[in-house]
């Protein structure tokens, strides 16, 4: 966005807070810039305030939005589903239309009284631009006639020192067990990972690890359906705060944690969640899938089906579409 001229109040890394602990201690940066948004939407003359994602923040600029008379978009919608269920209602009554990724969302959001339109997920957007299986071997020094394992801990440092050990350890158990086995861990930017961390190599970022991977360990997250659509078999894992655990358990609602199966509806990929996150649980969960097993062709057809349910191309400009008719209808 700064990129295209956007003026920013604040960038990524200050707004990339994840948890109830960890939220605490920015409280106060959050004050200051929900004081400036507010400030904006009351006197600068604001045409259309357009919320994307990051509902614990932009749900209070929806309102103060609402307030002021100044229409709003909200795209990639709260998730509802998990906990909360009052957002639906409160959203539903202060955006003029509420775009949302996942397939089942849209019903919940028309059922309280809102305009929700679901828009496709804007991962089906993503330009390949990968390299192919020879030039990605060739230029991570790995071998193509070997089997390759993937390791995704996070794209966040709290989330690295979480899930880096028991990652590692899993993928040292199973290349004890699979002689051969080549790891390769996706780095994140700006993020460092120890040297004496994974085994195997490092890279950096991940479309083209999860293209040639032969099965992959995931951080649960938007990676989860990353890996779905490349269908690619994985297993996925969560670990967080015991305290920001302790409150999840009380307060989510959902069967599942991960988006593949939330879409599916169903199992269709194992995960494992706080103190289940252990080598040997991991170890033993993708063994299987890096072989021709039963295991592995389940859980392929059960991502064919998650890819179908998210729709189709095109989400990003089906809601610049929707923004563009907010302002002509502001005009008339």
């Known amino acids: 966005m700064e990129a295209e001229g956007v003026e920013l109040l604040a960038g990524l890394n200050d707004l990339a807070v994840m948890g109830f602990v960890e939220v605490v201690g920015r409280l106060g940066f959050f004050r200051r810039l929900e004081g400036r948004v507010r400030g904006l939407l009351q006197d600068a003359g604001i045409d259309l305030l357009i919320c994307i994602d990051y509902p614990g923040f932009n749900l209070r600029a929806t309102e103060a939005a609402h307030r002021a008379g100044v229409p709003v978009l909200f795209y990639i919608a709260p998730q509802v589903w998990a906990w909360k269920a009052h957002r639906a209602r409160q959203l539903a009554r202060t955006a003029d239309r509420i775009a949302v990724i996942l397939p089942f969302e849209e019903e919940i959001f028309t059922r309280e009284g809102g305009d929700a339109t679901f828009v496709g997920h804007p991962l089906l957007d993503r330009e390949e631009g990968t390299p192919d299986r020879a030039a990605f071997f060739e230029s991570t020094g790995l071998d193509p006639a070997q089997p390759l394992l993937a390791l995704f801990p996070g794209s966040r440092r709290q989330e690295v020192e979480r899930h880096l050990v028991p990652f590692a350890e899993a993928a040292r158990r199973l290349q004890n067990e699979f002689p051969g086995l080549q790891v390769a861990t996706a780095q994140a930017d700006g993020i460092r990972l120890p040297s004496n961390g994974p085994p195997g190599v490092v890279v950096r970022g991940g479309q083209a690890l999860l293209k040639h991977a032969d099965a992959a360990l995931v951080k649960s997250g938007t990676t989860t359906l990353e890996a779905a659509l490349a269908g690619i078999p994985f297993v996925v894992a969560y ?43 991991l170890a033993g969960a993708l063994a299987p899938l890096l072989q021709d097993s039963p295991e592995r062709a389940t859980l392929l057809d059960g991502l064919a089906r998650v890819r179908e349910r998210l729709g189709e191309p095109g989400a990003a400009a089906r809601v610049a579409a929707m923004a563009v008719r907010i302002l002509e209808e502001r005009d008339r």
């Open 239 to 281: 670990r967080t705060h015991p305290v920001t655990w302790w409150l999840a358990r009380r307060l989510v609602q959902v069967e599942h944690v991960a988006l593949p199966n939330l879409v599916a509806a169903e199992r269709v990929v194992p995960e494992f969640l706080q103190g289940e996150v252990r080598s040997d649980t």
